[in-house]
């Protein structure tokens, strides 16, 4: 997306502008502005030209413009209907030097996950790899994972989804915490994943998943990636065992624009405070005060979750220690068991 396009989106979010203004606040020709206008027509915004100027009637569901139009987070959205990873492209565009960028897509074919395993991306979902270049050393790249997990909670939220967060990466729906809440926070659960539902002891349905990637000097980040994989709109029988969509917990298809927005907006507040991420974080999980089992290359460990340090890492009281976890895939296990086999 051009700068000019951003521009125009953000002008007319504002309400009708006349051409002319248009061109001139935007430095560009009246018949620039005129085929960025036709081009957004073509994306399925519906703009009337009045007398006033050009007024935006309906917005697309989602894409590219329909997402930068309001955004309230300075990226440039790149869109595709269907790719094979929005991290590998944000890698790509992140060659030449280029921050700023979301790569986003409604369909991906090649998603990846943590340690090379494989994300399932059916259309319907969002997907979206945030690439900046955050003045911050190489190892407190953990923190943005974090504050992209809390992003998505708070996204969750808008739409009355309960979700928590499972450390590091998982963005989960913990039914026994919707059972227990009674009312207000429960969530309608019309299409049910059996085989998911036994899992939800040891941790919940996963909705949404992270992969950050970096490359970085000694002391400075060069580039950062934050690969965000949510289960929008899309149908469990399309996912796999363990896993839940927005679909699925409220019963009807979710506003993919507004949730997108409301993500980028939070992740780009939490990239310009980060003092604010593990305060947030620590709202938001339901690992700290939970037994869980943690996998590491060399290691299991068993123990209580109880905390995070900087610059993501959890503390966890086993029988004999206190240890300090950095990376490793982690399982809530049942609260009365000391069995590390369940
Ligand atoms: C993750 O890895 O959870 C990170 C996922 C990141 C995906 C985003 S989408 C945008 C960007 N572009 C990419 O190519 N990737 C990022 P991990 O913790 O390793 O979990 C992977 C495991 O989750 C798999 O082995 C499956 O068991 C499970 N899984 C795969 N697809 C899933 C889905 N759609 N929903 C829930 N679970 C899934």
Redesign the pocket.
């Known amino acids: 997306m051009t700068d000019t396009r951003r521009a125009l989106l953000s002008a007319l979010a504002a309400g009708p502008v006349p051409g002319p203004e248009l061109a001139k606040e935007l430095d560009v020709s009246r018949a620039a502005i005129w085929k960025h206008i036709e081009a957004l027509r073509e994306a399925g915004f519906d703009i009337e030209g009045g007398v006033d100027g050009y007024t935006i009637e309906s917005i697309p569901d989602f894409g590219g413009d329909a997402v930068a139009f309001g955004l309230g987070a300075p990226y440039d959205i790149e869109f595709y209907e269907s790719i094979g990873?929005?991290?590998?492209r944000a890698r790509e565009v992140a060659e030449d030097g280029t921050t700023g960028v979301v790569v986003l897509a409604n369909e991906?074919t090649g998603?990846?996950?943590?340690?090379d395993?494989?994300?399932?991306?059916p259309p319907g979902g969002i997907?979206?790899?945030i690439l900046t270049a955050p003045d911050r050393p190489p190892a407190h790249a953990p923190l943005y994972t974090l504050a992209a997990a809390v992003a998505t909670v708070r996204a969750c939220d808008a739409v009355d989804v309960r979700a928590t967060i499972k450390w590091p990466?998982?963005v989960i729906v913990d039914r026994k915490i919707n059972d227990s809440d009674g009312g207000g926070q429960s969530i309608s659960s019309p299409e049910k994943n059996t085989e998911s539902d036994a899992s939800a002891g040891r941790g919940g349905l996963?909705l949404a998943?992270?992969?950050t990637e970096m490359e970085g000097e000694a002391d400075r980040v060069s580039w950062l990636v934050v690969?965000?994989?949510i289960?929008a709109n899309v149908d469990l029988s399309q996912?796999?065992p363990?896993?839940t969509s927005l679909r699925a917990e409220t019963g009807d298809d979710v506003d993919r624009r507004r949730f997108t927005q409301t993500m980028l907006e939070a992740y780009h507040d939490f990239s310009a405070e980060p003092d604010t991420i593990l305060p947030a974080w620590r709202e938001r999980t339901s690992t700290l005060g939970r037994r869980v089992r943690i996998e590491t290359p060399n290691e299991v460990i068993v123990g209580e979750a109880v905390d995070i340090t900087h610059p993501g890492a959890l503390v966890v009281e086993t029988d004999d220690a206190r240890r300090t976890v950095h990376a490793g895939d982690c399982e809530h296990l049942r609260r009365d068991t000391t069995d590390d086999n369940i």
Do not use: F, H
Request: glycine share 22%.
């Open positions: 990873s929005t991290n590998e991906q998603g990846r996950g943590r340690l395993r494989e994300w399932l991306g997907y979206a790899s990466n998982d996963k998943g992270i992969l690969g965000i994989g289960n996912l796999p363990g896993a």
